[in-house]
């Protein structure tokens, strides 16, 4: 194990994780979060060494786990011989409480009955399910280890699984709106903000073909990928998802979700929060002629020194009492012309921001670039062979003697823009936001869009915690299927931690249910294994007494059924 030091996206703030290395089923080294530890600045707040302490104990965590190895699954040599050697788990019956009360066993049941589908359809979906939330792996394991669950599964096939992620695909839009009335119906849903952003998945196979497309990695991969747009709401429970070809912009993605749950699903009148990588005119006006509200951040950089200067004029700037944070707020109209000839008028505040912490990571983030420079400078034969990001956007590339007028065929030169680089200089610190809600103070705005660190955690939990890549599947309809079930797991484990009342990450959730393990001792007695604290407190809070070491099977079913609807 080791510590894994992170930078948020939206607020900068520089998160601990204790991170263990393992390897999959087909022996590839990975990663996985193991715990989150907090923020760099509370932990060394009190401990300025907190940080190589945390390493020296991961450290010491590594030699622990290889000893526990050798005894984990010991009994206590006064037990009788196990009847079975594997332990099974029971732990996922609290996320099957959930999977009930939202209606999906009779969603499935009407869905098989308008098709000839000869398999049980349900209790496939229900393994796919648990299993990516417990113990992901791919679909063939996973048929292999459907033993190891604490229900009796009616027969059905490899194929049978592989044949269902064609009906899941097709039944996907139907049942996301299910899910998301029912959510609606058992505990009220605040869609009055929402927030939206786009992630990417990839996979194995270099084939592109589909969905798997070459595009932008967020992983820095060659193979290709699948876009996600995920739409949450202002508690973190997704609402819907699109998937979208790995070639899509992700500025293409934002509007046709928006269009689909606009119709289908009675949002009512929202605010949509989102980065600048959706920021595009023809997506705020389709919003501002919705009259709905956006809250969404502007490049400043990429939009010519217009907005460079409005930005760096310091008139109208409002500091607070620390000095370390200024803002300014400018009423605007412009005209947002559509790629199908119509244009729309807007009016919006654009807010402006300069906060020190901003400038800090920026400057740090630039790194030693003035150094980088100068050797450009004075060797420019170096850019040709550079792919130095930051650096070649501030040369020129010179055709022309500019004391002779020569055509530089042979030797092209480069000339720095001094200009711009110290414009540049002058941004750092600065950001802003755009909204057409002009009630909104502007702290609340940034507290608006800050929150979108919510979408940007649950991209990671359906990336580490319940391995939504990369993609072992290949068709359109299975990849369709595979992310359903993804999205399934994802919506359960949101719903257990309200459920809960308290925002327990999702790592630990995993980890407490897959600590509910049973062995057979004998046909009728079970040895229940030890769980971690945190499978007391769900425990708990179902009324469900399992404070024992040994049960009779009909003891565990009878506290199990209370979790039945």
């Known amino acids: 194990m080791y510590i894994r030091l992170a930078k948020a996206k939206y607020n900068k703030d520089e998160f601990v994780y204790l991170v263990e290395s393992y390897r999959d089923e ?53 037990e009788p011989m196990a009847y079975d050697q594997f332990p099974i788990n029971y732990g996922y019956v609290f996320l099957q409480a959930l999977y009930n009360e939202l209606h999906i066993p009779e969603f499935l049941s009407q869905y098989q009955t308008r098709t000839s589908i000869q398999y049980p359809l349900n209790e496939i979906l229900e393994l796919l399910v648990y299993s990516r939330a417990l113990n992901p792996s791919s679909k063939k394991r996973t048929y292999e280890d459907k033993g190891n669950y604490f229900f009796e599964l009616p027969d059905f096939s ?48 270099e084939n592109m073909e589909g969905l798997r497309q070459k595009g932008v990695s967020k992983e820095n991969r060659e193979t290709g990928i699948v876009q996600m747009g995920l739409f949450i709401d202002n508690e973190g429970i997704p609402i819907t998802y699109e998937l979208f070809p790995g070639n899509t912009n992700d500025m293409a993605t934002m509007r046709p979700i928006l269009e689909k749950i606009k119709k289908e699903y009675g949002l009512g009148k929202i605010t949509i929060v989102a980065d600048k990588g959706n920021n595009t005119g023809e997506n705020l006006a389709y919003i501002d002629n919705e009259d709905d509200y956006y809250i969404i951040s502007q490049r400043i950089r990429a939009r010519g020194t217009e907005l460079a200067n409005i930005v760096l004029d310091q008139e109208d700037y409002e500091w607070n009492a620390e000095g370390n944070f200024k803002s300014k707020s400018i009423e605007r109209e412009r005209v947002v012309k559509c790629s199908n000839g119509t244009s729309s008028t807007i009016t919006e505040h654009l807010l402006c921001f300069w906060s020190q912490n901003e400038e800090n990571y920026q400057r740090a983030k630039r790194g030693h670039i003035d ?12 850019l040709n062979a550079s792919n130095s990001f930051g650096i070649k956007k501030y040369f020129k590339k010179v055709m022309v003697d500019k004391k002779t007028g020569e055509v530089l065929k042979a030797k092209a030169t480069y000339e720095f823009n001094q200009e711009k ?3 540049d200089l002058a941004l750092d610190g600065y950001y802003c936001i755009v909204t057409n809600d002009l009630s909104l103070e502007p702290l609340d705005i940034i507290h608006h869009y800050h929150q979108l660190s919510k979408i940007e955690e649950s991209f990671k939990v359906t990336k580490t915690d319940l391995e939504g890549r990369p993609v072992y599947v290949w068709t359109d309809e299975h990849i369709k299927g595979h992310f359903l079930t993804c999205y399934l797991a994802f919506v359960l484990y949101r719903l257990l931690q309200k459920k809960l009342d308290k925002p327990y990450p999702i790592h630990q959730l995993k980890e407490a249910l897959n600590s509910a393990n049973t062995i057979r001792l004998s046909k009728d007695i079970h040895l229940l294994q030890s769980t971690t604290p945190l499978f007391k407190t769900i425990r708990d809070h179902y009324h469900i007494d399992l404070e024992y070491k040994r049960i009779k099977v009909e003891k565990l079913r009878k506290e199990l059924s209370k979790l039945k609807p």
């Open 26 to 78: 087909n022996k590839r080294p990975k990663q996985r979060v193991v715990q989150s530890l907090g923020t760099v600045a509370e932990l060394t707040k009190e401990n300025p060494n907190a940080i190589e302490e945390l390493k020296a104990w991961a450290k010491s965590l590594t030699f622990q786990q290889q000893a526990d190895q050798f005894v984990t699954l010991l009994l206590d040599m006064n």
């Open 421 to 423: 680089y110290e414009r």
């Open 158 to 205: 490899l194929d049978d699984m592989y044949r269902s992620l064609s009906h899941l695909s097709s039944m996907k839009d139907e049942l996301t709106l299910h899910l998301h009335q029912r959510i609606q119906e058992t505990r009220g849903r605040d869609c009055s903000l929402v927030f939206y952003d786009v992630t990417n998945y990839y996979f194995e196979s």
């Open 371 to 382: 150094e980088r420079i100068e050797k450009f400078i004075e060797n420019p034969a170096l």
